[in-house]
């Protein structure tokens, strides 16, 4: 009886090392390319979110940088207007201008952008955008501005409007008006309110601007003229 089971220990022994000897199968290599597949597909699809929500993070910042730096702009250019004659009217001076979709006024200009001395400044809301134009006061003519290139502040823009207030002959602040009458008491508004909606591919909005304009008190009054004598 010892014989036969040496025999038989012996046949496991070469059974088991033929089998090592022969590596993985076919199934075993596929399966663990599958598995390789699989994880360097979860990879890829966390990467490519990540580039997408970073992007989207990004481009939401430049949107709201320019919205914000669009109205620091406005707000500096249309708070320090001048009460300085644009064109005539029937004998009258005309110092501002203003519709629902645009208004023309006088200032100075950032150093980066003019060369001294005011200038003739205008916004207009145009389809889809909202467009700036400027040239110097000096030598002005009706029509210059209309041959500058306009400069597009907001692109986007789905409608909008400009208000104006100002006061009336008794001095009591008027209510928001969507016209600027050009025989207003003053020449030039106290106060300018500019209402964006923009389209929902721009994916942003627009707070409304308020602005004050900074004028002198006696902006308005009647001055005596030095033709005239010392008024008394």
């Known amino acids: 009886m010892g014989v036969p089971v040496k025999s038989l220990v012996v046949g496991r022994g070469r059974g088991s090392t033929s ?5 993985f199968t076919l199934i075993e290599l596929l399966l663990a390319t599958a ?4 994880i360097m597909l979860m990879a890829y699809s966390g990467l490519e979110a990540s580039i997408k929500m970073a992007d989207s993070g ?7 940088s320019r919205v914000r730096t669009t109205h620091e702009f406005l707000r500096r250019q249309l708070s320090r207007m001048l009460p300085l004659m644009i064109s005539q009217d029937n004998g009258r001076n005309v110092s501002f201008e203003g519709e629902q979709n ?8 950032p150093g980066y952008l003019g060369r001294g001395g005011p200038y003739v400044q205008e916004l207009e809301l145009a389809p889809n955008v909202l467009n700036y134009r400027y040239a110097s006061l000096n030598g002005y003519k009706d029509g210059d501005l209309d041959a ?3 400069v597009a502040l907001l692109e986007g823009v789905a409608g909008g409007k400009f208000s104006f207030r ?3 002959n008794t001095g009591k602040m008027t209510g928001w008006e969507s016209r600027w009458a050009k025989d207003q008491t003053a020449p ?4 300018l309110k500019l209402s964006l909606q923009m389209k929902p591919e721009a994916r942003m909005e627009v707070p409304e601007l308020l602005i004050a304009v900074v004028v002198d008190m006696n902006v308005g009054r009647p001055t005596p003229s030095f033709a005239q004598g010392i008024p008394r």
């Open 35 to 38: 598995l390789v597949a699989f």
């Open 188 to 191: 030039i508004p106290l106060m």
């Open 166 to 168: 100002t006061v009336d």
């Open 58 to 64: 990004d481009a939401f910042i430049e949107r709201s």
């Open 148 to 150: 500058e290139e306009p």
């Open 102 to 109: 645009r208004v023309r006024w006088v200032g100075s200009m």
């Open 19 to 23: 089998r090592s000897a022969a590596g």
